[in-house]
Nanobody, 123 residues
């Protein structure tokens, strides 16, 4: 089992950048694929980005491609989401998730979730 804690959310103007971090507990962090999801009010939870245990494979949702970058530092048990060129439609609660094995884009594949961090992009 793993405990996940997100940080780095906040208020940013359109066109700006934020870097989210997700710190994980445990001694086997590299065995977990990690992912970022987001959920805006009234909308479904959406896959944003994922990264394999080693960090060698990344996957991005359509809304993130070309703007966001997911990375991880296994020595620090931390996964990151660098978000550039932010838009008001990126406003959402961003969640970190973990699963044993590879990357999946559906929420039900992930057994461990953080509490979420709010990202608000003003126009």
């Amino acid at each position: 089992q793993v405990l996940l804690v997100e940080s780095g959310g906040g208020l940013v103007q359109a066109g700006g950048s934020l870097r989210l971090a997700c710190a994980a507990s445990g001694r086997t962090f590299s065995s977990y694929a990690m992912a970022w999801f987001r959920q805006a009010p009234g909308k479904e939870r959406e896959f944003v980005a994922g990264i394999s245990g080693s960090g060698s494979i990344t996957s991005y949702g359509d809304s993130a491609k070309g703007r966001f970058t997911c990375s991880r530092d296994n020595a620090k048990n931390t996964v990151y989401l660098q978000m550039n060129s932010l838009r008001p439609e990126d406003t959402a609660v961003y969640y970190c998730a973990a699963r044993v094995g590879g990357i999946y884009s559906n929420t039900q594949s992930y057994g461990f979730w953080g509490q979420g961090t709010q990202v608000t992009v003003s126009s």
